[in-house]
């Protein structure tokens, strides 16, 4: 069974903010939400991962629920390059494996 | 600092051909695993290794080998190359404890 469920497909115009959401609604209290992209072929990008706090780095900001059963990975400033395929991951901390689900291929509109 | 490195990036075998896929980092990561992704599809893990000398099956292990004799190297090998191996090939490397993992760039493998 799928740990996440993720919108196949969602669109975004330039320059808005991008909300990606993420249900996980059976995670565990020892695990982690983690996010990645994929731009066309290539290889997966690391982008942000948090347990419960939200989170924010250069790329990205992560708002988990206080549930904690779901998340949202928001990108602030949309432009044509964060056109890619987002993958949320919910993985036990100290468990090295990733394991993909089929993740949101993520539009950026001009 | 290189990261991930694979080669080849592109190859193309005949069915039966064995080959090997080639996966160094320079990170001194623990950590390093082996994906494949079908045309539309995910990624999806084949074998992976915690450290040198100790490797283990991922969710698509049949038809592949792996050891791990370095931290540096971790080699993916097809002894007998099928049509339904054509796919796209990531290594991955990270150190322990569930941190960021840093891709490589693909290998495209053709079998005809």
């Known amino acids: 069974d799928a740990k996440t469920t993720q919108p196949p497909s969602m669109d975004c115009a330039e320059g808005r903010a991008a909300n990606l959401p993420c249900n996980h609604s059976?995670?565990?209290?020892?695990?982690?939400v983690y996010w990645y992209r994929q731009i066309h072929s290539q290889g997966p990008q690391y982008i942000i991962h948090g347990l419960k706090n939200n989170e924010t780095n250069e790329m990205a900001s992560l708002i988990i629920t206080e549930d904690r059963k779901s998340s949202t990975l928001i990108l602030p400033h949309a432009t044509l390059r964060d056109t890619a395929v987002y993958y949320c991951?919910?993985?036990?901390?100290?468990?090295?494996?990733?394991?993909f689900g089929k993740g949101t291929r993520l539009h950026i509109l001009p | 600092n290189a990261g991930v490195t694979q080669t080849p990036k592109f190859q193309v075998l005949k069915t039966g051909q064995s080959m090997t896929l080639q996966c160094a980092q320079d990170m001194n990561h623990e950590y390093m695993s082996w994906y494949r992704q079908d045309p539309g599809m995910g990624l999806r893990l084949i074998h992976y290794?915690?450290?040198?000398?100790?490797?283990d099956q991922g969710e698509v292990p049949n038809g592949y080998n792996v050891s791990r004799s370095t931290t540096e190297d971790f080699p993916l090998r097809l002894l007998s190359a099928a049509p339904s191996q054509t796919s796209v090939y990531f290594c991955?490397?990270?150190?322990?404890?569930?941190?960021?993992?840093?891709f490589g760039q693909g290998t495209r493998l053709t079998v005809v």
């Open positions: 991955a490397s990270s150190y322990r404890g569930g941190t960021e993992a840093f």
């Open positions: 991951i919910v993985s036990p901390k100290g468990d090295d494996k990733i394991i």
């Open positions: 059976t995670i565990s209290g020892n695990e982690y």
């Open positions: 290794s915690v450290g040198a000398g100790i490797t």
